[in-house]
């Protein structure tokens, strides 16, 4: 009996990785490709995004679900890479200035992301996903508007032709891989970007690290259970507000390292799926929206690259169009991400039905806290209630 | 005084904010050289146009289901309804009305499904919901492109198959209603009386159902789950129902929005429609808990009015397109402020 559990358990816990692999399994003969191909690929797709998937650990174990609103980091990223190329400043060097220019805005921009989440409690993923989009609108008039008019740009070769406003491309020619290209480790057909995976490996031993010390240990209090994490005297919002502002300034990082391999950005819209490919990373790993941890985030970059990888030609060689493939994978990527947050509420809900029964069939004197739970668990009806009333 | 305070806070900063932005924009409009009868025609179009779509949403935030960002949904069953429409050739009224009753099949099993989903998940309805609509409408890019559809007005000209991206109307039920008793005064002014007639009916159905003894036990499930349980209301199946309509009005939103604009448009087009219709109902005076046909109605007019006069006017000042940055400030702006603001409810 507990056998079958433990398996029972076991696909339902991984029914997304195990769905992923076969898929992707199944795809590779179709597309053609070679393995050693895929590898490669698979090694400079884990150098490019690991850090960005990284970046959305730390919100997960505070509570607040997947960040989507990591773009914030994207975008500050993104200005820092526009000052580097103006400034002319190529190289490592020119990743670095990059990177000091996008901390203040992304310190900024995640410190305003975490007091929208707190007012927001309950429901910060899709805060979130709309922050964004509120701030690329901000990010848009900035670099369309003001970079050029009322903050001087150097170099005419980035500007519109008007003046003023950034173009649509912006080619990263000067640091162009600047990062990878420091060392690259040659083994057998393959190449590896050795200190891109440094980087990443610090990073690593830092959220490691950084698990263990009182702050880490606080944000896993409020991830549990806010009111508890309250009574015991955890600053619960400004936890909050520190795990957000942390996760905006990876993310920032991450997409410089993002875009420095990738060698070009669209101005307007290189963050616009930031947050949906790693949220998609993550999850596919195995990570649901409480629980996360690093072997999700490389599982997950693996598995839905391989899958990004082999799809468009799979669908080209199968079904003799390519852009069935391609809407395949986007599909698999927003599917993916479906079936997590049901899986996830669905499983809540389950235990919350199972503690309300349990406490039902208890004494009749519990009747009460019968009650009180209930309302607890509808919070979403109750604040209704309170809402209709008002505006009456 | 003190009702005042109360009753500007209830009505909400951002709305008088836009509201009086609105009105500066319509006494701006002839002193910078926009016509004035051209641009209220113009709005009393749009306005026709997206109605349908946000009076969508209504019964989904009725009966407590929040904002429904799966609205894609009935999207693509209103576009699977024209579709069919246009590949049988069906043209004026009949067009326009088969293509609505095409669509409602379509409606109840997406709809019935997607119910029975979000009543699995209550509490994250709208982030479930924002990514089932995304998933959902890249499947239907693939079938958009291996369904039989073989009018040659639809289908790519060179292989015979796959939809094309656009389809124009023209021919079929291009303006139907907004034809439909238009009046004409001077050379830029059209009052799109069919089309308005149109919203007002839709509207005021949906008012009557709400009136209804469905619509009623609907709004209880809304506004206090375990109250309409103890009166004997089934949740689910409210919910379930509202998510069907929302879905169904979605569809006819969408058939709508073709024939006044001239054309459908396929694959990824409806993920983009769904955010405006949000706003627009947010910037009415709903909450993620409630909504009337008043807010609805003001709602797409102060919102279209917004989209309409900004590009001409700001553009006409500054001599630039910053209608498309405004429009997402704006529209991001009021469902981030309706989204952080009923927390402070809770509390």
New interface residues.
């Given amino acids: 009996m507990s056998a079958k559990k433990g398996i029972a358990k076991f696909f339902s816990d991984y029914a997304v990785v195990i769905i992923f692999v076969l898929l992707t399994v199944f795809s590779i003969g179709p597309s053609g490709l070679s393995i050693s191909y895929i590898i490669q690929e698979i090694i400079t797709r884990l150098g490019r995004n690991s850090f960005l998937v990284l970046s959305l650990l730390l919100p997960i174990y505070a509570g607040m679900g997947i960040n989507f609103a990591m773009t914030l980091g994207a975008m500050a990223g993104q200005i820092g890479l526009i000052f580097a190329i103006d400034w002319g400043i190529a190289g490592w060097q020119g990743l670095v200035v990059a990177f000091l220019v996008g901390l203040p805005v992304s310190l900024l921009l995640g410190w305003v992301c975490g007091k929208?989440m707190n007012?927001?409690?309950?429901?910060e993923?899709?805060?979130g996903?709309?922050?964004a989009?509120?701030i690329?609108?901000?990010y848009?008039?900035f670099v369309?508007?003001v970079m050029g008019s009322v903050i001087p740009m150097r170099n005419s070769s980035i500007t519109l032709s008007?003046g003023f406003g950034v173009r649509n491309t912006l080619n990263l020619e000067s640091v162009r891989q600047a990062l990878d290209n420091i060392v690259l480790l040659k083994i057998g057909p393959f190449s590896i970007p050795l200190i891109t995976f440094v980087i990443i490996a610090v990073l690593c031993v830092f959220i490691v690290w950084f698990k263990k010390t009182k702050l880490g240990q606080d944000m896993r209090a409020v991830g549990q259970d806010m009111a508890v994490a309250e009574a015991a005297g955890i600053p619960v919002e400004r936890t909050r507000i520190v795990a957000i502002l942390i996760s905006t300034v990876l993310a920032c990082v991450g997409q410089i390292i993002f875009l420095q391999n990738m060698g070009n950005m669209a101005t307007y819209n290189a963050h616009d799926q930031t947050s949906f490919f790693a949220a998609a990373a993550i999850l596919v790993g195995g990570a649901s929206v409480t629980h996360a941890s690093i072997p999700n985030v490389f599982i997950g970059v693996i598995l839905l690259h391989a899958m990004y990888i082999v799809s468009p030609l799979a669908g080209q060689n199968l079904?003799g169009?390519a852009?069935?493939g391609e809407?395949?994978r986007?599909?698999i990527g927003?599917?993916v991400?479906?079936i997590s947050?049901?899986l996830?509420?669905?499983k809540?809900?389950k235990a919350a039905d199972a503690t309300r029964l349990g406490l039902r069939l208890g004494a009749a004197g519990e009747s009460t806290i019968v009650k009180a739970n209930?309302?607890s668990g509808?919070?979403?009806?109750?604040?209704?209630?309170?809402?209709?009333g008002?505006?009456k | 005084m003190r009702d005042i305070k109360t009753s500007i806070q209830?009505f909400g900063w951002p709305r008088i904010i836009i509201f009086i932005f609105l009105i500066v924009l319509f006494i701006l409009a002839p002193i910078v050289g926009v016509r004035l009868d051209a641009s209220i025609s113009d709005v009393l179009n749009r306005f026709g146009q997206y109605a349908i779509l946000v009076l969508a949403l209504v019964p989904m935030i009725q009966s407590?289901c929040?904002l429904n960002?799966g609205l894609a949904l009935g999207i693509v069953a209103g576009l699977l309804g024209s579709t069919l429409s246009l590949q049988f050739e069906w043209r004026g009224f009949m067009g326009f009305f088969g293509a609505i009753a095409l669509s409602l099949p379509f409606s109840i099993i997406f709809g019935y499904i997607y119910g029975k989903?979000l009543n699995?998940?209550?509490?994250?309805e709208?982030?479930?919901g924002?990514?089932?609509g995304?998933?959902f409408v890249?499947?239907m890019?693939?079938m958009w492109?291996?369904l039989p559809y073989s009018n040659p007005q639809m289908v790519w000209g060179f292989a015979g198959k796959?939809l094309r991206t656009t389809i124009s109307t023209e021919g079929y039920w291009f303006k139907i209603l907004n034809n439909f008793l238009a009046v004409k005064i001077g050379q830029f002014f059209v009052f799109p009386t069919g089309l308005l007639l149109f919203v007002a009916i839709c509207c005021y159905l949906v008012w009557l159902f709400m009136r209804s003894r469905t619509g009623t036990a609907m709004t209880a499930v809304?506004?206090?789950?375990?109250f309409a349980r103890a009166s004997g209301v089934n949740a689910d199946k409210m919910r379930t129902i509202s998510v069907i309509m929302s879905t169904f009005l979605g569809a006819v939103g969408i058939i709508v929005y073709e024939q006044s604009f001239g054309f459908i448009q396929l694959y990824t087009a409806p993920n983009p429609m769904v955010?405006p219709a949000i706003a627009a109902i947010l910037i009415g005076g709903a909450?993620?808990?409630?909504a009337s046909m008043v807010n609805v109605v003001i709602g797409t007019f102060l919102f279209q009015g917004l989209l309409t006069m900004t590009p001409s006017v700001i553009n006409s000042i500054l001599q630039?397109d910053?209608s498309?940055?405004i429009?997402?400030?704006v529209s991001?702006?009021i469902?981030?402020y309706a989204?952080?603001r009923?927390?402070?409810?809770?509390k």
């Fill in positions: 929208v007012m927001a409690k309950g429901r993923m899709v805060t996903y709309i922050l989009f509120f690329s609108g901000v848009q008039f369309l508007y008007r079904f169009s852009m069935i809407y395949f986007q599909f927003y599917g991400i479906a947050l049901v996830y509420a669905w809540a809900k209930g309302d509808n919070g979403t009806g109750s604040a209704g209630k309170g809402t209709a008002g505006s | 209830d407590g929040g960002f989903l699995k998940v209550k509490g994250e709208m982030t479930i924002m990514y089932v995304l998933s890249m499947i890019c693939i492109l291996v796959g809304g506004s206090n789950p375990d955010f909450s993620v808990n409630k630039t910053m498309e940055v429009r997402m400030i991001n702006g469902i981030l989204l952080t009923k927390a402070k409810v809770t």
